[in-house]
Nanobody
Framework: QVQVVESGGGLVQPGGSLRLSCAASGPGIVFSIDAAGWYRQVSAKQRDLVASITKGGSENYADSVKGRFTISRDNAKSTVYLQMNSLKPEDTALYYC??????????????WGQGTLVTVSS
C-alpha cells in the first residue's frame, strides 16, 4: 500500500517548537517525494494549506506561519518535514501531509496521510 505517514505531533507550550515528519512508503518501492504540502484542520472547518514545496524546491507559506514554520525535504529518506517554531495556541490543529510520489515507471498524485495532532497550550 502506497502511503505517507505523519509523525511528530504532540502537546507543546506556547513559544515552543515541534518538527513534523511525513514519510512516504510503498511495498518494495522507494519513492521520491516530488512535491508536498502540509495542511491543517480545526474541528469541522476546512483544511487549510500551511506550507508547500515544489519538485524544484520552491517553498510557499500561509501568511499566518511565515517566519515561524519551515518546510524541507530529505530525498534520501523520502521524507518531508515541517519545522514549527514560536508556536501559538492558534496553531493547534490536526496537521496533514499530502504528497506527489514517484518511482521508476510509476507516479502517485496527492497521497494523503492520516494526520498528526498538534496542541499548543500552557
Amino acid at each position: 500500500q502506497v502511503q505517507v505517514v505523519e509523525s511528530g505531533g504532540g502537546l507543546v507550550q506556547p513559544g515552543g517548537s515541534l518538527r513534523l515528519s511525513c514519510a512516504a512508503s510503498g511495498p518494495g518501492i522507494v519513492f521520491s517525494i516530488d512535491a508536498a504540502g502540509w495542511y491543517r484542520q480545526v474541528s469541522a472547518k476546512q483544511r487549510d494549506l500551511v506550507a508547500s514545496i515544489t519538485k524544484g524546491g520552491s517553498e510557499n507559506y500561509a501568511d499566518s506561519v511565515k517566519g515561524r514554520f519551515t518546510i524541507s525535504r530529505d530525498n534520501a529518506k523520502s521524507t518531508v518535514y515541517l519545522q514549527m517554531n514560536s508556536l501559538k495556541p492558534e496553531d493547534t490543529a490536526l496537521y496533514y501531509c499530502a504528497a506527489d510520489l514517484s518511482a521508476p515507471m510509476i507516479e502517485y498524485r496527492e497521497v494523503w496521510g492520516q494526520g498528526t495532532l498538534v496542541t499548543v497550550s500552557s
